[in-house]
T-cell receptor
Framework: NAGVMQNPRHLVRRRGQEARLRCSPM?????VYWYRQLPEEGLKFMVY????????ESGMPKERFSAEFPKEGPSILRIQQVVRGDSAAYFC????????????FGEGSRLTVL | DQQVKQNSPSLSVQEGRISILNCDYT??????FLWYKKYPAEGPTFLIS?????DKNEDGRFTVFLNKSAKHLSLHIVPSQPGDSAVYFC???????????FGTGTSLTVIP
């Protein structure tokens, strides 16, 4: 049973470009969470999705960031017009149940904005 | 608004001794708590959890203690091993919310 798969592992973008980060949850998991870890900081919640629905996006910046989890395919975190402050590690986690039970994390996608 | 706090950014312990990592929270609605371990360039991995109906949960060398009145939990590792050197995050959630709230992490170094 494959774990949570994230790609790309490393992504370099110039300011103003778009970044797309993909996450395939564990088989059977329909709950996906995105977290961001800035240098020297902890994991900050961004968004929680179930299949085709955004349940909670309270941690996501209002502009330039969007997330989706379509019926088919991976969850995608999209950052438009990236700025240097977006440089961070972005972790996806999945869970078979909401709130109770552990989160299974991917290895993260490290975004560097030049 | 940091609802889960780990006030010690780092901890060094001699191999074979006990490691105690602490975590405080502010939201009394939290009813489920977890500890994660993270190596550099990897994602966090689940270590141990505890529900608010318990005050202790043990799994091998790892024990988590929960003090609800103090809104405090701790992770004990006995005996500590060099392979335990990692960053440890505590996390909390409530069944009425949608998030897992993470602390800022404690970097544990176990000295051989």
């Amino acid at each position: 049973n494959a774990g949570v798969m994230q790609n790309p592992r490393h992504l370099v973008r110039r300011r103003g470009q778009e970044a797309r980060l993909r996450c395939s949850p564990m088989k059977g998991h329909s709950h996906v969470y995105w977290y961001r870890q800035l240098p020297e900081e902890g994991l900050k919640f961004m968004v929680y999705l179930q299949k085709e629905n955004i349940i909670d996006e309270s941690g996501m910046p209002k502009e330039r960031f969007s997330a989706e989890f379509p019926k088919e395919g991976p969850s995608i975190l999209r950052i438009q017009q990236v700025v240097r402050g977006d440089s961070a590690a972005y972790f996806c986690a999945s869970s078979p149940l909401p709130n109770t039970g552990e989160l299974f994390f991917g290895e993260g996608s490290r975004l560097t904005v030049l | 608004d940091q609802q889960v706090k780990q006030n010690s950014p780092s901890l060094s312990v001699q191999e074979g001794r006990i490691s105690i990592l602490n975590c405080d929270y502010t939201n009394s609605m939290f009813d489920y708590f977890l500890w994660y371990k993270k190596y550099p360039a990897e994602g966090p991995t689940f270590l141990i959890s505890i529900s608010s109906i318990k005050d202790k949960n043990e799994d091998g060398r790892f024990t988590v203690f929960l003090n609800k009145s103090a809104k405090h939990l701790s992770l004990h590792i006995v005996p500590s091993q060099p392979g335990d050197s990692a960053v440890y995050f505590c996390a909390a959630s409530s069944n009425t919310g949608n998030q897992f709230y993470f602390g800022t992490g404690t970097s544990l170094t176990v000295i051989p």
